[in-house]
């Protein structure tokens, strides 16, 4: 009896005690502080700021902007084999960060008529991230990539950079079409244009633009088709519809200039111009350009320290110095060398350009130097074009930034499209477009690899990994090799050895 009472009481607690695991299972085992059901406004914003801060910091150097004599920092004026692994950031940021961010918003609103404009921007913000990725490393996963939440695909499949770039701008000319000034935008939410679908449809057009044109050297008929529709769909050519994030002076570091801030903490906090932590200054062929056209922008971009007390820094035009990228140890005149202007370039609420009305200019410029467009002359839209690129640094400070118009009209008359061959004519327009576009290297880097301008000199340092020449590409992630194998060796056997030297599909 007693072995039948113990036995009764050991079902009764164990019939309470499964009673007690499965009441309010739910409840308990739900995470009061997490987000159910997602927010496509609030999850754009963070996409936006992860887009333009996936960046490779390396290509200041690589388009001459800047160098260090230090051999790690120096990486990208200086192509160190042993630091190669550095130039994979992008690609290992891209995927876990906006790219995932876009693919969960995209699913979430593109079923709804009503929220058009948001699937449709979304769109639009993903080739841009899409194409900076692309543009650096050639050969990515695209058609296959971003799908580990609903597919359980983890080991995509790498697209061919030229299936890549034609549903780009297919994506770009659908989103274009689509947009709807009557429905419902991002608002506020939308950092680059507070939900205007106008401005969005210029932004698609200019991409078009940009990507149609990067095609001349591998199928011009496309680059002509392409660059016409864009215009005729209408691009960026006024200052108040440049495509840019703004920032904040202060607060979490995703509300910061991301540029900005990662050349200010990691190389330039001191101020003094000679206890700089990673060696750099601003490199000798960018300086010498800007002096000996005497260029306004020189003083906006560009500080010596006093070595006073204050040590004051000086835009004086004349004592602007840059350093030779072949310098292996600290020069002894190191702290009389320029840096960025803390006042414009290291500000950290300073705006991030992704499109502006000057590389427009510039892009139509080489449009009607081909042929390809009627109506405004190429002299005229290269001018255009210089003169919003001196106008555009009064985005970054009003004060410090704006130069009077006297002298950008004076810079102007004295840099007019040169009556040449095409050969020169595009040298200069290029030559332009890299000034006009820094600090954003990477684009300046696509523009360098497609025209050849400007003529840039490859540093041939002890050590680098291209024996002397111009990187064309960077690395995939060694990650890539390990966990993604097959894939990666399909990319590599159709693309080329993953190395430095390997041009990308558009390259030639």
Sequence with gaps: M???LSKCLLVATSLLLGTACTNNFEEINTNP??????????LFTKAQYDGVANQLLLLLGTMQYTTSYNDVAGFGSKYIASQVNSSSSSFSNAYPGVLNELTLIINAVKDDPARVNLLAEARIWRVYCYSRLTDVYGDIPYSQATLGYTNNQFTPAYDAQK???????KELDESAQSLDPSKATYGQSDLIYNGNPTQWKKLAYSLMLRLGMRLTKVDAAAAQTWATKALAGGVITADGDIAKVSYLASGQLINQNPLAYNLYINDYISANGSSNQEGGKYQDVFINYLKQTRDPRLPVVSVVYTGGSPNVADTTFAKQQGMPANLGSKPANFAQLSEPNPKTVLLRNSPFLVFTAAESYFLQTEVALRGWSTGTPAATLYANGVSAALRQWSLFSASDGTIPTAKINAYVSRNQLVAGSFAQ???QVYTQFWVSVFPDAQEAFSSYRRTGYPALTPN???GNATGGQFPRRFIY????????????AAAVARQGPDNL???VYWDK
Excluded: C, F, H, W
């Design 2 to 4: 007693k072995r039948l």
């Design 460 to 462: 041939n340092y002890t």
């Design 425 to 427: 004519q595009m040298q």
């Design 477 to 488: 992630p060694i990650s890539e090799q390990n966990l993604n194998p097959a894939s990666y």
């Design 33 to 42: 502080n997490a987000v159910g059901t997602l927010t496509p406004e609030y």
């Design 163 to 169: 299936d890549i770039y034609a549903d780009m701008l």
């Design 501 to 503: 030297l390997t041009r």
